[in-house]
């Protein structure tokens, strides 16, 4: 499969815990994207790289997120002292030009 | 008011029918568009994308963008109950997508 690969896909953590979420993007593509979809709702931009260079990042991404993309290849997102708030489905996309694949996702759940 | 709006249904339509799907977008310097289709529990799926003004084919689906009322549709032609899921618009800002919250389309038999 030569899609945009994210694990793990399902995560439950207690309030308090720290998760992290990896991206495998499109071979080739340079370009990588975190986005935040709750239901209901479209997916909200949470931060963009370019190659390793993290570009962008959204008022969204507090703190209590860090994001990397080391040597420009996988991505992983950090959320430290989760909170409930932070229950979501967390998407990476990755694009070469303009036409930006998604993966399948990471559905966080905060109890 | 949202980037990108769009009304999120729920749209229900008989099989064999044309579904229109719309959204309308307020910032006119960003001028690429795209369609993405969501299953349950599922990652979007790029539909199709134009740029600009005019219409693009293919398939079943039409999109079109009309800069004039800053208006952007999809059409679906034939709709079959696979075609049952939310319709993603969004316009690309170059760095990211700006979303429509979706609209939940279901086709019965």
């Known amino acids: 499969d030569t899609g945009v690969s994210q694990n793990p896909r399902h995560k439950i953590t207690k309030r308090g815990q720290n998760v992290t979420f990896r991206c495998d993007p499109i071979s080739e593509h340079n370009r990588l994207y975190w986005y935040r979809q709750t239901l209901g709702q479209g997916p909200e931009f949470l931060t963009y790289f370019q190659n390793e260079a993290q570009l962008e990042k959204s008022r969204l991404l507090s703190d209590r997120f860090s994001a990397e993309r080391p040597k420009g290849s996988f991505s992983t997102l950090e959320i430290q002292r989760t909170e409930q708030g932070d229950s979501a489905m967390y998407l990476c996309?990755?694009?070469?030009?303009?036409?930006?694949?998604f993966g399948q996702g990471t559905r966080l759940t905060v109890v | 008011q949202k980037e990108v709006e769009q009304d999120p249904g729920p749209l229900s339509v008989p099989e064999g029918a044309i579904v229109s799907l719309n959204c309308t977008y307020s910032n006119s310097a960003f001028q690429y568009f795209m369609w993405y289709r969501q299953y349950s529990r599922k990652g979007p799926e790029l539909l199709m994308y134009?740029?600009?003004?005019g219409n693009k084919e293919d398939g079943r689906f039409t999109a079109q963008v009309d800069k004039s009322s800053k208006y952007i549709s999809l059409f679906i032609r034939d709709s079959q109950p696979s075609d049952s899921a939310t319709y993603l618009c969004a316009q690309d800002y170059t760095d990211k997508l700006i979303f429509g919250t979706g609209t939940r389309l279901q086709v019965f038999p």
């Open positions: 134009t740029y600009s003004s």
């Open positions: 996309a990755s694009s070469r030009t303009t036409e930006a694949f």
